[in-house]
């Protein structure tokens, strides 16, 4: 599912999206005279512009960038740093005792650094930077980097002190994993891992969001290779995020497991 174009819904915004659109080399259409339509007249004027059915656009508004799949009704996607249900996963969401904190070994007096080789849009290094962890973000796909800088850049421009600080402790880097871990001879505490895989499920309720990004972006088929060479860079362990059913990762049972209803951790000792 490639990139159709770049539309932009307030002049002032018209520099930045004719960027955007020379970078992955796509249209870039004007929607300011549109701004008081409804949307079903918006995906209109884009499917009539673009002369398709279903065009895959980046959308730059007042809040920000997001990826919508224009004429299915799935919604935006965007990476949220600042919102109200990051924010209350934030400050009610129940700090080191979560599970992801748990798995990558976040205890008091300890905070280790993290590679997220497999950044996606972010939520979980939000998370572990909300828990004192510094994370480095790798994310391959540019639409997804994009989708990224412009989140953190929204968060900064509303944020307060404290989120500042959090943010402050994550690094976006547009790499490719394999290669950011062979080539930089870096090392870590952790590098943690979710890569996609195809659901067991097929009757099971995905978030329209995440079938979005598995249409866009399509699976990670090489996350097995990932695995050994994220342990030659690991100082403690390696956490690998799965579905609860799903297989472990390279066919390579982990040294232990954190378990919840729906989702696995997987933990391979350095």
């Known amino acids: ?18 960027d955007l659109a020379d970078q992955f080399n796509v249209p870039c259409v004007d929607l300011s ?29 007042k809040k920000g960038l997001s990826l919508r799949v224009i004429q299915l009704a799935r919604g935006a996607i965007f990476a949220d740093f600042y919102g109200p ?3 209350y996963r934030r400050t009610k969401g129940g700090g080191r005792r979560q599970m992801l904190a748990k798995a990558v070994g976040l205890r008091k007096g300890a905070c ?17 930077a909300s828990l004192g962890c510094r994370v480095v973000m790798l994310e391959r796909v540019a639409v997804v980097h994009a989708l990224l800088n412009d989140g953190l850049l929204q968060a900064r421009m509303r944020s307060c002190s404290e989120l500042n600080d959090i943010l402050d402790r994550m690094e976006l880097i547009s790499s ?25 499920n097929r009757g099971a309720k995905v978030k329209k969001e995440m079938q979005i990004l598995h249409n866009f972006i399509g699976m990670d088929d090489d996350s097995d290779a990932l695995l ?18 799903a297989p472990y990762l390279s066919n390579t049972k982990p040294d232990y497991s954190v378990e919840g209803k729906s989702t696995r951790f997987d933990i391979y000792l350095a």
Do not use: W
């Not at 005279?33 to 002369?51: G, R, T």
């Open 228 to 245: 050994d060479l994220a342990l030659s860079v690991a100082e403690q362990r390696v956490v690998v995020k799965r579905s609860r059913i």
């Open 176 to 200: 490719d994993a394999h290669n950011y871990l062979k080539v930089n001879e870096v090392s870590s505490n952790v590098v943690y891992l979710d890569p996609m895989f195809p659901e067991q």
């Open 85 to 87: 249900s990051v924010s």
């Open 1 to 18: 599912m490639p990139l159709s174009a770049v539309a932009y819904s307030l002049p002032s915004l018209s520099i930045q999206a004719i």
């Open 33 to 61: 005279s549109l701004c008081s339509s409804k949307q079903k007249d918006i995906d209109n004027y884009l499917s009539e512009q673009l002369a398709m059915d279903q065009p895959v656009v980046l959308l730059l508004g």
């Open 112 to 128: 280790p650094t993290v590679i997220d080789c497999t950044a996606g849009l972010g939520r979980d290094a939000f998370v572990l």
